[in-house]
């Protein structure tokens, strides 16, 4: 039988975390190309814009094939680096979007990246929560650790209606869940941008460091 994208990413309630071995037998498999903007892309973007400021130095945790990377040019003057944990991706992402500089990066195990401290002044991570979410204590540590003072920290995710997440309920299963554990993290939430509870909903979060300074722009 032929494999879709849940057999290599969460099945039964099983986070399976094949992302190499996906990206190498599907070919699109969030179905990202040819869809176009998505809702929560346009969200996702949307609440950037209403920042009122323009971004120098972007971090993508999480990025594929670079679509959203893309969009994201969009709110940024300056660089864009994207990561994956899957270099087929990175390579396929490289190949689409020469502008962008990709990586490989399995965000859930690392500490320290090759980049001064403090040095992004917005961390982006799309889709990717439920990838992460064993491990989301070290995430928001690489968050809290790169991101300069005044920095943001966009998190926009998709979520199931309730009743319907077998894996990870019991860690984030609503957009409330995740303010809660960005909270407890030392993050400080600046906006929220929800799509339709009832279908496809999506939720765009920007967030600070707390107690960080606001950026002068
Ligand atoms: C649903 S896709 C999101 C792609 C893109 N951000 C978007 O919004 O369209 C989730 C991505 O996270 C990547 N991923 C999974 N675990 C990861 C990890 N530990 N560190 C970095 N990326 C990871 C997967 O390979 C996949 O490309």
């Not at 176009?36 to 892309?41: K, P």
């Not at 040095?119 to 889709?127: E, H, N, P, W």
């Not at 929800?194 to 002068?216: F, K």
Request: net charge negative; hydrophobic share 40%.
């Amino acid at each position: 039988m032929t494999k879709d994208y849940h057999d290599y990413f969460i099945k039964d309630g099983v986070h399976i975390g094949q992302y190499e071995e996906m990206y190498q037998n599907v070919e699109d498999p969030w179905h990202i190309n040819g869809q176009g903007r998505r809702l929560d892309m346009e969200a996702a973007l949307t609440v950037l814009r209403h920042q009122r400021r323009r971004f120098d130095k972007v971090l993508d945790i999480g990025c594929g094939t670079g679509f959203f990377s893309n969009l994201l040019r969009e709110v940024v003057d300056g660089q864009i680096w994207s990561s994956d944990i899957s270099a087929m991706a990175v390579r396929k992402a490289r190949q689409r979007y020469p502008g962008i500089n990709f990586f490989v990066l399995d965000a859930g195990q690392a500490v320290e990246l090759e980049f001064d401290d403090h040095f992004f002044d917005l961390i982006v991570m799309a889709q990717t929560l439920w990838c992460v979410l064993e491990r989301l204590d070290r995430v928001f540590g690489l968050f809290r650790r790169y991101l300069a003072p005044g920095g943001l920290l966009l998190i926009s995710q998709h979520f199931l209606q309730p009743g319907e997440q077998a894996y990870g309920a019991k860690i984030v299963a609503t957009p409330d869940d995740l303010l809660r554990r960005l909270e407890g993290a030392g993050f400080e939430i600046r906006d929220v941008l929800e799509t339709n509870r009832r279908r496809n909903h999506h939720a765009a979060i920007v967030a600070a460091p707390a107690g960080g300074q606001e950026d002068a722009a």
